[in-house]
């Protein structure tokens, strides 16, 4: 990626002037006019990297050593310029929040929402839920979690998250209704199995023994039988 450098501090991508050479003002190369829609690529890049470097020390050290300044050094770009494409330190936290999205939630959905009737679908969220968690993703969720205690910009964009999460699970229950002509609510049903998810995530992170597979088929068994 070429960027405008300054002297000590590589990648910062400053413009002569001290101001980003990504942002609205400056081309690449610093030339006044013309390119921005280069311009805008660029700003997205730098700012990916900057999510990508706050994941890596939320995942790393949790929320000790989360500041703007040590996002920017561990990406290689100036404090400004971290601050240019995040207005402050929770904005950064939450665009970590929707960056993991496709992770966690987009394939629940996928799986929850895919071809097939209730069982063909129930299938694929087992099989989906008994893989196991990358420890930075866990680690990522528990500083995440940790943020959010203090915080209630991070509260919200967690809250609603886990409100998308649950809806899949509601959803996957509403097909198992809809099947059987029954008049059940499908909503406790679906938060019920995803509180359990939540619960046997915290339990394996600390007792590696727990049947997560056998436990949830159980629970999905018991769970479907009520409809």
């Known amino acids: 990626m070429a960027t405008r450098e300054t002297a000590g501090a590589p990648g910062t991508g400053s413009a002569p002037n001290g101001g980003p050479a990504d942002g609205p003002n400056d081309g690449p190369g610093g030339e006044p006019a013309g390119a921005r829609p280069r311009a805008s690529a660029k700003g997205e890049q730098t700012r990916a990297r900057l999510v990508a470097a706050a994941r890596t020390l939320l995942s790393g050290d949790g929320a000790g050593r989360f500041t703007t300044r040590n996002v920017a050094a561990l990406c290689g770009v100036s404090h400004g310029m971290c601050h240019y494409h995040f207005a402050d330190r929770t904005e950064l936290i939450v665009a970590v929040v929707v960056d ?4 966690w939630i987009a394939p629940l959905e996928r799986a929850v929402d895919g071809p097939g009737g209730y069982a063909e679908r129930a299938g694929r969220v087992l099989a989906l839920l008994t893989r196991p968690e ?35 699970f509601v959803r996957l229950f509403r097909r198992l209704v809809e099947e059987r002509g029954a008049a059940a609510d499908p909503v406790p049903l679906g938060e019920a199995l995803a509180a ?14 727990v049947d997560d597979g056998r436990v949830l088929r159980t629970l999905l068994d018991s769970l479907s039988a009520t409809v």
């Open 196 to 209: 359990a998810v939540d619960g046997l995530a915290a339990i394996g992170s600390l007792d590696g023994t």
């Open 134 to 168: 990358s420890p930075d993703l866990a680690r990522l969720h528990a500083a995440l979690h940790w943020l959010a205690l203090d915080d209630d910009r991070v509260r919200t964009a967690l809250e609603a998250e886990y409100a998308r999460w649950r809806a899949a």
């Open 100 to 103: 993991i999205r496709p992770e």
